[in-house]
């Protein structure tokens, strides 16, 4: 069974202080590890990763991969309040008729307080 | 861009009627998928499609059916809704031409069975 685990669940910071937050798989036929960002309303996309060790950025936030260990980071450094959301990662499978078919991890709630 | 549009935002209904979620996007894409989300339990793929008239099930299908009878309108069915039921549910399409192109969502359909 494939399976997406992320930690921690649930984070606490102050504005300013950097986090990282953590995603394992163990899939059969991997084709690519996602992060989204969820606040209210719809996840909305951050970064698509499909090759170990190449860091992919956007601003404050940035997130690598490593395929021979089968996880994922998400950095972001000095947080916001803005930043407080539930962060999303989700592994695509390689097989041929699966399009873009995603398995979601639980999710990490972060709270960045003043 | 894309936009994907779910009629209802919130939605109560009762145990044992029909329920009717409705999900239209406007990029043409290929790829149309149903999830839904809990507590605990983050995003579960309940069913999806490549093409008109096309479905697959996903991970937890019982309880639920699915039809796409044009390519930017993909509709769940809860033949019966039961307690268990209650749930956030999000749409998502993807491009299938576009290899792994990331899901974009709509906003949810908070549906509560009474």
């Known amino acids: 069974e494939d399976k997406v685990v992320q930690s921690p669940l649930s984070l606490v910071v102050h504005e300013g202080d950097t986090v990282t937050l953590n995603c394992s798989y163990e899939?059969?036929?991997?084709?690519?590890l996602l992060w989204y960002k969820q606040e209210k309303k719809a996840p909305t996309f951050l970064f698509m990763l499909?090759?170990?060790?190449i860091e992919k950025k956007s601003g404050r936030l940035s997130s690598i991969l490593d395929k021979k260990e089968l996880f994922s980071i998400l950095n972001i450094t000095a947080t916001q309040t803005g930043d407080s959301a539930v962060y999303l990662c989700?592994?695509?499978?390689?097989?041929?008729?699966?399009?873009?078919?995603?398995?979601f991890g639980e999710g990490t709630q972060l709270t960045v307080n003043p | 861009d894309v936009k994907v549009t779910q009629s209802s935002r919130y939605l109560v209904k009762r145990t044992g009627e029909k329920v009717f979620l409705e999900c239209v996007q406007d990029m043409d894409h290929e790829n149309m998928f149903w999830y839904r989300q809990d507590p605990g339990l983050g995003l579960r793929l309940i069913y999806f499609s490549y093409d008109v008239k096309m479905k697959e099930k996903g991970d937890i299908p019982e309880g639920y059916s699915v039809s796409r009878e044009k390519k930017e309108r993909f509709s769940l069915i809860l033949e019966s809704a039961s307690t268990n039921q209650t749930s956030m549910y999000l749409c998502?399409?993807?491009?299938?031409?576009?290899?792994?192109?990331?899901?974009?969502f709509g906003n949810g359909t908070r549906l509560t069975v009474t």
């Open positions: 499909t090759s170990s060790g």
């Open positions: 899939v059969t036929n991997f084709r690519s």
């Open positions: 998502a399409s993807s491009s299938f031409w576009q290899g792994n192109s990331p899901l974009h």
């Open positions: 989700a592994v695509g499978l390689g097989e041929e008729t699966s399009g873009s078919r995603l398995t």
